[in-house]
């Protein structure tokens, strides 16, 4: 009997989640971020597209060598991503935590969904989901560094 979870859509839905809280919840200090270049914009939208609409086209297949050793990374990405963005509204929605590290990891927010959409093309066994995660990743650390400044900034989780 193969184990397969049978649609990948369950990840974007997963990573959305606390996106969809902040839009609803704006903190009080969410200003508009600095302008970064159209076309590098269009190019991060681009790719953002791809990695939450591909899931939808594949199952997670849960029998392939080293699939454990996968979900548990998909998991300890998500958690990543979940403990942020709760340090984030748990410390009032200041924005200085949007792009802080977390124990040791900088920019979990932008790193941990990257990591979660890389992972889940190994299940998919999909080559054109882990060069849409690869694209969306560097595009999406560049934005963010642009957006969030360049500046190290450590806070305590």
């Known amino acids: ?32 971020r600095p302008l970064v270049p159209a076309a590098l914009a269009i190019a991060e939208n681009v790719g953002r597209g ?5 899931p939808f086209f594949y199952s997670l297949d849960l029998q392939r060598q080293f699939s454990m050793l996968a979900l548990a990374a998909m998991v300890l990405a998500l958690a990543v991503y979940y ?10 929605r200041s924005e200085e935590f949007l792009s802080a590290r977390l124990v040791g990891i900088p920019s979990p927010l932008a790193l941990a969904p990257i990591a979660l959409f890389a ?24 934005v963010s560094s642009v957006s969030h400044g360049t500046e190290r900034r450590t806070l305590a989780a």
Do not use: E, K
């Open 83 to 92: 403990v942020a963005w709760g340090r984030y509204f748990a410390n009032g």
């Open 119 to 142: 992972v889940s093309s190994y299940l998919m066994d999909s080559w054109l989901m882990l060069g849409a995660s690869v694209c969306f990743g560097v595009l999406h650390v560049w």
């Open 50 to 54: 791809a990695v939450l609409v591909l």
């Open 1 to 32: 009997m193969r184990l397969a979870i049978q649609s990948g859509a369950v990840i974007p839905v997963l990573l959305m989640l606390p996106n969809v809280a902040w839009m609803l919840f704006p903190g009080p200090d969410d200003a508009p």
